[in-house]
């Protein structure tokens, strides 16, 4: 059974799907998708499950995640989603499959689980700083006085979203960084970056700026997608809090000012209200 947090995690399950005929993914989010769509470019036969009704349901909402199941189909996956995982079997001591919730085995040479990470903040707890899914932080990623956290570990106020947020990608672990390293040598500036990740599946390349909440109103500002070639623009209550661009790299990010605006324009309600 893998895991996928560290570059040895990573070369351990390449080496295992080279070999393998089956793998089943437990995890239908961005890092599950990525594996399963990885694992059958390399030929494995590849089974997706988990509890979600689609691939990345929760990060993109309805109508994509139901076009990614579609590409995942179409690419030879085969997916047991909208039901729970509950263990897995094993033989001699080496995993055998996946038992979902219906009994219903799935079997597989390789299993990978891809269910979320939890922030590693043990080795801090009688430090007296703030700890709750993360380090906890002001709008500066102050957790104290002269004490920062940046990264995934690091849950801090943003302003202009009006919540505390981690983030779990590369660019916010980047960006992050930088605010921090200012804030040190004397800028006093609030961090409140667009959100931003992007996963490349089989020939897809999709784009997130900002947020895409459950219930929000959904509309296509550029290309097609029955051309499956297109910028979505998500708003809620008349606020554009997101886009996202289907195999558009270059338009996507044209828009990401509309995320910028919509989230001054949120604040800015906010405010009013308090």
Known sequence: MHVLRSLEDAQALRADLLTAARLVVVGEGVLGSEIAATARTLGVDVTMAGPQSAPMALQVGPMVS????ELHRD???RLRLGVGVVGLTEVDGHVTG???ATDEVLPADVVVVAIGAIPTTGWLAD???Q???GVVCDSRCRAADGIYAVGDVARWHHEQLGAL???ENRTNATEQAAAVAGAIVGEDECYAPVPYFWTDQFD????VHGTLPAECEVDIVDGDVSARRFVARYRTDGIVTGVLGWNMPKQSPLRRQEVVDGLAVAADRVASTT
């Open 165 to 167: 947020v981690r983030l």
């Open 66 to 69: 139901e076009m990614l199941a």
């Open 75 to 77: 690419n030879g996956i």
């Open 131 to 133: 700890l709750d899914n």
């Open 204 to 207: 897809v390349k999709i784009q």
């Open 127 to 129: 430090s007296g700083l």
């Open 98 to 100: 996946v038992r979902l």
